[in-house]
């Protein structure tokens, strides 16, 4: 329950033993509760990962209680991007808890948060699969190449998934759940005491970060193709690019001539961003590091085959981005 908060189990441990309003935790006896809600969510912002110790397990109760008070919190600062960030670094604190806990656990996780797995005997050994539809609903394409459904090895028409895989699919889900509880309404005027203290202070460190966000260089141009843009838009929204996404965006911007620093600035708001990885990987692609091959935007065929494309009337007759032109 303290690994996994959001688990129908801790919902009802909450309800027993803790069955009152967020606005109503101003006092002493949650004070270890609402310091620990407020380091996930700065773990969140800085770390863009929220960090699981020993001493989070021991003192459980904590725990649990300070996961409905982050989203709370998270909710109350209502900013998207925001969302996003918190979102993320839970599912990747579960995510890494998951790759260590084994099969079971993950198991546990998929029963808990109604996930579509199918277990079957096979061989003498457990093994996981999930329908067609459902690997299309959870597993957008985009991810990359060993995603994708032609890739995949499908046995009796089902998917089949090594346990890495469904703890993956199962971040995704935790990741979409807990964004979906950060978008309730949280309106912080009732916050009393240490809580209200945290709401300013939270407050005060979003808005330091976002500040620094704030060079923002590359605009949309006229020979810019609508899915560059719509990724542009999505990048600057703070939302969670896939791999296959970011690359697309990163290849066109420095094929179109932008530097190393306005390209850090597009990527510094993904809600991932990690300053030197971030730099590794497009100086990567820019073919400044390794065998020094720079990658290429890809073809309108690929994006196509990846879900990315979403032309107008003048990608008629274009086989690539770096055609497009208005008029
Ligand atoms: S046709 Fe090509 S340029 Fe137009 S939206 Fe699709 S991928 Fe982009």
Request: aromatic share 10%; net charge positive; glycine share 6%.
């Amino acid at each position: 329950m303290a690994k996994y908060p959001f688990l129908p189990e801790a919902r009802q441990f909450l309800a027993d033993y803790f069955d009152i309003d967020i606005r109503e935790l101003g006092g002493e006896e949650y004070k270890g509760a609402i310091e620990r809600a407020f380091e996930r969510v700065v773990q969140a912002i800085r770390q863009k990962r929220v960090v699981f110790e020993s001493r989070n397990m021991i003192d459980y109760k904590t725990e649990i209680m300070s996961f409905p008070i982050a989203v709370g919190l998270t909710a109350a600062v209502n900013d998207d991007m925001l969302r996003q960030m918190f979102s993320i670094a839970e599912a990747k604190r579960c995510f890494d808890l998951m790759a260590t806990g084994g099969l079971e656990e993950i198991l546990e996780v998929s029963r808990g948060i109604g996930f579509p797995v199918i277990e079957k005997e096979r061989g003498g050994e457990r093994t996981l699969f999930i329908s067609i539809p459902n690997y299309l609903r959870h597993s957008p394409q985009f991810w990359g190449p060993s995603w994708k459904l032609v890739n995949r090895r499908i046995i009796d028409g089902k998917v089949l998934l090594a346990a890495l895989e469904l703890a993956r699919l199962l971040e995704e889900s935790i990741r979409e759940q807990t964004l979906e509880r950060t978008k309730r309404s949280m309106a912080p005027d009732g916050f009393a005491g240490l809580l209200r203290e945290r709401f300013q202070a939270l407050t005060q460190e979003w808005n330091s970060y976002k500040a620094k966000l704030e060079t923002w260089v590359i605009e949309e141009r006229r020979d810019t193709p609508p899915c560059v843009i719509r990724l542009l838009s999505r990048q600057k929204n703070g939302e969670n690019l896939s791999h296959m996404e970011r690359r697309t965006l990163a290849t066109y911007l420095i094929a179109i001539g932008r530097n190393m620093g306005e390209l850090m600035d597009v990527f510094r708001t993904s809600p991932d961003f990690n300053e030197r990885i971030a730099r590794y990987q497009l100086e990567h692609l820019a073919g400044l590091r390794g065998a020094r091959r720079k990658y290429s935007v890809p073809s309108c065929r690929t994006m196509k085959t990846y879900g990315l494309c979403f032309p107008d009337q003048w990608c008629d007759n274009i086989k690539h981005p770096l055609q497009y032109r208005i008029g």
